[in-house]
């Protein structure tokens, strides 16, 4: 699964993007395993409701399934315009 | 239906005259630009990131959905990404109509949607250093008019 | 402020990208353009009537009033009288604010106010004779919207 | 006193302008002296709904007084933008 990252997501996990392989079954049960697994997860991380979710290009909510999910991206909310 | 997602500048001026010039059934023409303000004169530039992809088809959504709300003869967006300097446009939108409450509505409710659903980052760099521009709660309560 | 009542034909591109080109604390430009539409094809032309003197006090009347009520940092008006063609712009407003919402109701207002307050009378040109374009009720009843 | 006709009150009328010398004290009052005079101001000034007025420039209702007022005009509804 491609999962990206946006703005100061970006900045905090310091990658624009990585390929992961899990058994999460959700936006948020991805989100509980990356951020057990490094601080700078943690810290980007931190506060979800100041977080977006993108599945396959497309917003979702956190409790949204990732099956058959390609990309996965999360970000602040968006300053378009 | 117009939409370029680009780094490149854009001649504000020239988009608009040559927007729907064709058509003989418009009455209307309504345009917004988006422009890099630099209130307190400290603004280096405006760092631009976007997600290429979602943001070509987030955008095609918007216009569609404000097609099928009003009465449009067209409607253009352009949206740039990248390092902007104060003064430069950051994206317009136009819409064409017969009627003008059709033309204003269009525009506007492109606007809150483009704010809120298309997915732009912007990062100020200052004197004092650089800054996430945060989204207002007025952004996403705006959508509620539509 | 710029207000202009003329018979000559103006470049609404040129004159949008002129429009307050030299301000810093401008995040938003909305631009409203009034075209002569011919729906059904069988438009000659339009002839507009206005009432010199008259009309450029109107204008400005209304413009100060927009600017009164909005945080504006510029407001312009472009109205045509004489004979046009269709497809011709027959007017234009733009407003420049810093933020987006002043910018499109200031220009929405002007609208609603020039439509219904300043002295032009419409007269259509077709193949099947000349008539005056009528006031609708909804053009009076928008201004209660302000 | 410039009175001023406009867009089809001015082709009923027949002219653009003319000079005229009254008594009237009011804008109604003109306008009946005018309908009594000839027939082309009788159709003119028909539906008084259908018209509206200016003084020295300025919107005006039709009970407005006429006391030192230099210039009246008459037209319909306007129809800018």
Redesign the interface.
Known sequence: MNVMYFAWVRERIGMPQEQIETQAATVAELVAELTAREERYAAAFADISALRVALDQELAEFDAPLSGVQEVAFFPPMTGG | MIIRVQSDPF???????SFA?D?????????????????Q?DLHEMQI?H?P??TE??IKTIAQDAVSRWRLADILVI?RYGNLK??AP??MVATAA?H?VA??EA??FM?DY??????????EITQAGAS????KDA??DALKRW
């Open positions: 001649d504000v001026g020239a988009t608009l005259n010039q058509r003989r059934d418009i009455g209307a023409v309504v345009s917004f630009t988006g422009v890099v303000r630099d209130t004169d990131e997600y992809g979602m088809s987030a949206h104060p003064g950051i994206m017969a003008r033309a204003f525009a506007d606007m483009l704010k809120s659903r298309a997915p732009f980052w912007k990062k996430w521009v945060a989204s952004d996403e």
